[in-house]
């Protein structure tokens, strides 16, 4: 047998970031900030989304886009507190949303009338980090439920994250969970991740997150 | 729990490279994976087994390159060429 080597070279993630550089564009031309929320499954992300759409949903033209392995709950539940624009993907067993499902999600919503775009990701801390979305940045959501060496343990999704919600801070007095030593292994893991703490029951810190929404969507001109 | 969804591009990816006439003698395939790109190695080997030794593919075999850092990539495809041994 006479073997042949053919160099390739090639990332295996270069098609998913092509084809999300291309929703980025999309989204840049059309004005559209798009926030890709990752978290472990229960943190609370619909529940986020929740009130914030009931909140700024008009304010700020928000669509959603949200990934499930199975079942349309989150977008069902989302589309009950508003009457702006939801889409859901279900992935059919993948553990995380790629960028040509979003793509496809996107052509589904108005962009025109949109200004904020969230993406639910699916439910997990390790796989939704590698896949690039074409969203502006990553949010970590986790919750004081979950202990507080949560990016210790998962570092690459505290690394991609830009923004961090600590939420269910309504149950802290409640819980042994020690907040400072959170923020300090977030922040070891990457030193320039800028904080929310809320409570998406109580409205515990939700204006300090619909302020930097409103920064975002500000800050975001078309292209 | 990613890694068949990356098995499935490092295979779209041999098979874009091969074509349809080369694609069943591919033989081996490599992959550099860095010890920071999230990927559980034996994992991908088995997902990548799994695929490789189904149609359109013959019985290929991956080979994994452990690197420092977050790379992800298909580095060589090893192709029978058909003929005898040089």
Not at chain 1, 138 to 153: A, I, Q, R
């Amino acid at each position: 047998m006479a073997v042949r080597t053919i160099e390739v070279r090639e990332r295996v993630m270069a098609r998913n970031d092509e084809l999300a550089a291309q929703v980025r564009s999309v989204l840049r031309q059309s004005g559209v900030v798009a926030l890709n929320l990752v978290s472990s499954p229960g943190s609370g992300k619909t529940a986020l989304l929740e009130r914030t759409l009931e909140s700024v949903g008009e304010e700020l033209d928000i669509a959603v886009v949200t990934g499930d392995v199975q079942t349309q709950n989150d977008a069902d539940r989302l589309a009950r507190r508003t009457d702006r624009l939801v889409q859901a993907v279900v992935t059919g067993g993948a553990c995380h949303l790629d960028a040509l499902q979003v793509q496809a999600a996107i052509t589904a919503l108005d962009l025109s009338r949109t200004r904020l775009l969230f993406i639910e990701n699916v439910g997990n801390l390790v796989c939704p980090a590698s896949w690039d979305l074409g969203e502006e940045s990553k949010v970590v959501v986790f919750s004081v439920t979950e202990g507080e060496d949560k990016p210790l343990k998962y570092p690459k999704m505290f690394r991609e994250a830009r923004y961090a919600v600590l939420n269910k801070m309504d149950l802290l007095p409640h819980l042994r969970f020690d907040l400072t030593r959170a923020v300090a292994n977030a922040r070891q893991v990457n030193p320039a991740l800028r904080f929310f703490f809320t409570s998406a029951l109580t409205g515990e810190g939700m204006e300090d997150w619909y302020d930097f929404l409103r920064e975002q969507v500000r800050a975001c001109v078309p292209a | 729990m990613h890694e068949l969804s990356v098995a499935l591009e490092i295979c779209r990816i041999a098979e874009e490279k091969l074509g349809p006439a080369q694609v069943n003698r591919l033989v081996a395939l490599g992959v550099e994976v860095g010890d920071q790109a999230g990927i559980e190695p034996d994992n991908l080997v088995f997902c990548l087994e799994a695929l490789l030794g189904a149609p359109p593919f013959g019985s290929a075999r991956p080979v994994l390159t452990r690197l420092p850092g977050d790379a992800l990539r298909v580095s060589y495809l090893e192709v029978d060429d058909g003929g005898p041994d040089d």
